[in-house]
């Protein structure tokens, strides 16, 4: 193992693109003037620094340091020694749901493993693995990279496995003739260890695999398990060869892959611009299909990689229109790259006023794996920045403030973090974008990737809204809003970790895939915007409204819709949509009147949605606007289809 302040880059950084000296690689301390004048988002000259009352910015040279929770490999490391240290990573976070541990794991470009000893390594909480090409078949894993079940007082399951990662890889499926000693007990009164034969990632919401090959099938559930629920996920711009195994996955979206098929539909499986994917089919468990034949509007994650030279740089991928299959798979790709150099690279402990000064002075901005806690918001007020969160790093405002703030409408990236409430009430913890149309922002959108929300589960957290989504002609792609159901002592109850909404968006022209909000105490989406798309939506009910009297839209309606158009909205299009129902934690019976609610005009389409009661009481009273029947006790587990409305 070594971590990447080890690990050699070749050349010395390149000042970013436009400015004049040398690179900041740090900046401490910086004056009061300067730092309000960046904080406003003012044109400063570096030579400002060193004015009267100024405190000196020392400057940091050389190559840039990852931190120790980035961990580097090179296929040159002796196997043993790769397995040792992935083997130890994974005893520490596989268990570690609500820690504070972050771990970003790359591989440099090479090959692992092999037929004969394939590298097969499980993947814990928070952890991000990927590979270090340009491509994903620049790195080679012979082997697996798996996820089991959680097992704990005797029962296994897959439900909670969020918060973990896959990506730029190749993993040619070879399985050890004796499983690995940590593969849960498969059940089987003969052998304890699962006759896995595939990739087995059995996750639920939060661990999205991206720009990856897998030779061989993708199985995801831990079907080896006596029981082996999972509840949602995400692929995309990857390629199966085998074919991809829902098994007992409640919900998936995969978008922009080629696959050699799939097997099983649970309750909501949805295909986007991917090759090989079933014909859409909406007729109950079983068989709940819902194809696009393209993606309408797209950009895939920035990511990492290492040159000929060994020069580290960050690839942007372009946007594309009406896509289909990876955005590699004709061996070239769109986007352009930056060098490391272009980054401020921030730690827990860097002070946010720096960051905000990095950002105000035009670089981009990596955050280090860990926790920051935030006395006031990052800014990002320049327009194409790249924010990029390695090992989830995660932002937890400590006053009430936002974690983060966009000002630009045009072109930002925002990718691989977790927002956390913090202990005061945040009216918004990410807002991307201000109200109003900019027109370069329908070529050059803004992109909020693999963001994930939660209220308590941590720690004790609030805010009214989680994501506030102003930004014309902006793509969300995989975002998990999450008020916990489940955590930390002290950090989960109906007057703790409150939240009115998941995600708000009243931008027009925005394009969501992979959306899932649960658990919000009033509209969990409201959807304001014209000219809407949301591919794919995974809901469950807040678990513990403490009457029906104070969980209600208003003094008439029960409840409150999962999903909300807003009644001024003429245009929006919805595929593949669930909401569940499971008011567990209460002592009343509680009932929502619809799943989704949207003004009845033709503009306004939702096609394949549907509600469902897993458990609890009460349930729902329709689907859509008082369409689609009931979905209570009588019909457990049954999903209630609404194929096209209106």
Same mark, same amino acid.
């Given at each position: 193992m070594r971590s990447s302040d080890q690990a050699g880059f070749g050349t010395q950084a390149q000042s970013p693109p436009g400015k004049s000296g040398t690179f900041l690689r740090r900046l401490r301390r910086p004056s #009061?003037?300067?730092?309000?004048? #960046?904080?406003?988002?003012g044109s400063i000259v570096l030579a400002q620094a060193t004015g009267a009352g100024a405190d000196p910015l020392?400057?940091?040279?050389?190559?840039? *340091?990852?931190?120790?929770?980035?961990?580097?490999?090179?296929?040159?490391?002796?196997?043993? =020694?790769?397995?040792?240290? %992935?083997?130890?990573?994974?005893?520490?976070?596989?268990?570690?749901?609500?820690?504070?541990?972050?771990?970003?794991?790359?591989?440099?470009?090479?090959?692992?493993?092999?037929?004969?000893?394939? %590298?097969?390594?499980?993947?814990?909480?928070?952890?991000? $693995?990927?590979?270090?090409?340009?491509?994903?078949?620049?790195? $080679?894993? !012979?082997?697996?990279?798996? $996820?089991?079940?959680?097992?704990s007082g005797g029962?296994? *399951?897959? /439900?909670?496995?969020?918060?973990?990662? @896959? *990506?730029?890889? =190749?993993?040619?499926?070879?399985?050890?003739?004796?499983?690995?000693?940590?593969?849960?007990?498969?059940?089987?009164?003969?052998?304890?260890?699962?006759?896995?034969?595939?990739? @087995?990632?059995?996750?639920?919401?939060?661990?999205?695999?991206?720009?990856?090959?897998?030779?061989?099938? /993708?199985?995801?559930?831990?079907?080896?398990?006596?029981?082996?629920?999972?509840?949602?996920?995400?692929?995309?711009?990857?390629?199966?060869?085998?074919?991809?195994?829902?098994?007992?996955?409640?919900?998936?979206?995969?978008?922009?892959?080629?696959?050699?098929?799939?097997?099983?539909?649970?309750w909501n499986q949805v295909f986007s611009g991917v090759n090989g994917a079933p014909p859409t089919v909406f007729t109950g468990t079983g068989k709940q299909y819902t194809t696009l034949a393209t993606s309408p509007v797209t950009s895939e994650q920035p990511f990492l990689y290492t040159?000929?030279?060994?020069?580290?740089?960050?690839?942007?991928?372009?946007?594309?229109? !009406?896509?289909?299959?990876?955005?590699?798979?004709?061996?070239?790709?769109?986007?352009?790259? +930056?060098?490391?150099?272009?980054?401020? %690279? #921030?730690?827990?402990?860097?002070p946010v006023q720096e960051i905000n000064l990095a950002l105000a002075l035009g670089t981009n901005l990596i955050l280090e794996p860990g926790v920051y806690n935030l006395d006031s918001p990052i800014r990002v007020v320049h327009p194409d920045t790249v924010v990029l969160g390695l090992g989830f790093a995660t932002l937890v405002p400590q006053q009430g403030n936002a974690a983060m703030i966009v000002d630009s409408n045009e072109g930002v990236r925002v990718t691989g973090l977790i927002v956390d409430g913090g202990p005061v009430n945040s009216p918004v913890l990410l807002s991307v974008g201000n109200p109003g149309h900019n027109a370069r922002s329908?070529?050059?959108?803004?992109?909020?990737?693999?963001?994930?929300?939660? +209220?308590?589960?941590?720690? /004790?957290?609030?805010?009214?809204?989680?994501? +506030?989504?102003?930004?014309?002609?902006?793509?969300?792609?995989?975002?998990? #809003?999450?008020?916990?159901?489940?955590?930390?002592?002290g950090t989960v109850g109906w007057t703790l970790n409150t939240g009115d909404t998941g995600v708000a968006v009243t931008g027009d022209n925005v394009t969501a895939y992979g959306l899932a909000v649960e658990h919000y105490q009033k509209y969990e989406v409201v959807w304001a915007g014209q000219g809407g798309t949301d591919v794919f939506f995974q809901n469950e009910n807040p678990y513990d409204p403490p009457s029906q009297a104070a969980w209600m839209a208003t003094p008439t309606q029960d409840g409150y819709p999962a999903f909300f158009v807003a009644p001024n909205v003429k245009t929006f299009q919805g595929y593949g949509m669930g909401s569940y129902s499971v008011f567990i934690d209460t002592p009343a019976t509680i009932y929502s009147a619809e799943a989704f609610q949207a003004p009845v005009t033709p503009g306004v389409q939702f096609h394949d949605i549907f509600d469902l009661y897993i458990s609890g009481t009460g349930g729902f009273q329709s689907v859509i606007n008082g369409t689609g029947g009931p979905a209570n006790s009588s019909n457990a587990t049954s999903p209630v289809d609404v194929v096209s409305y209106p």
């Open positions: #009061a003037v300067l730092l309000a004048a #960046a904080l406003a988002g020392p400057v940091t040279l050389g190559q840039p *340091s990852f931190g120790p929770n980035v961990v580097v490999f090179t296929p040159q490391m002796p196997q043993a =020694t790769i397995q040792a240290e %992935l083997d130890a990573i994974s005893t520490q976070q596989v268990p570690n749901q609500f820690g504070p541990q972050r771990y970003a794991i790359f591989f440099e470009p090479g090959t692992y493993g092999s037929v004969a000893h394939p %590298l097969v390594f499980q993947v814990g909480f928070y952890t991000e $693995v990927a590979g270090l090409g340009a491509m994903p078949q620049d790195t $080679v894993i !012979n082997g697996a990279v798996d $996820v089991f079940n959680q097992c029962s296994c *399951s897959g /439900l909670d496995n969020f918060w973990r990662s @896959m *990506s730029n890889l =190749t993993v040619n499926v070879h399985m050890p003739s004796t499983p690995p000693a940590y593969a849960p007990y498969s059940g089987d009164p003969y052998t304890p260890y699962c006759d896995n034969t595939g990739e @087995m990632w059995a996750v639920s919401q939060a661990a999205p695999i991206r720009r990856t090959i897998i030779n061989g099938s /993708l199985i995801l559930a831990d079907y080896c398990a006596p029981t082996f629920y999972t509840s949602g996920g995400f692929m995309a711009d990857s390629q199966v060869t085998g074919s991809v195994d829902f098994i007992s996955q409640q919900q998936f979206l995969v978008r922009n892959a080629n696959i050699g098929g799939s097997s099983n539909s649970v040159d000929s030279s060994g020069n580290y740089n960050v690839f942007i991928p372009g946007v594309q229109h !009406n896509s289909i299959g990876p955005a590699w798979a004709s061996g070239t790709e769109t986007g352009s790259s +930056l060098p490391v150099g272009d980054f401020f %690279l #921030a730690n827990p402990s860097t329908a070529t050059d959108p803004d992109v909020i990737q693999s963001v994930y929300f939660r +209220l308590g589960g941590a720690e /004790l957290g609030k805010a009214t809204v989680s994501l +506030l989504d102003n930004a014309s002609n902006s793509i969300i792609d995989d975002v998990w #809003a999450w008020r916990a159901d489940h955590g930390n002592p």
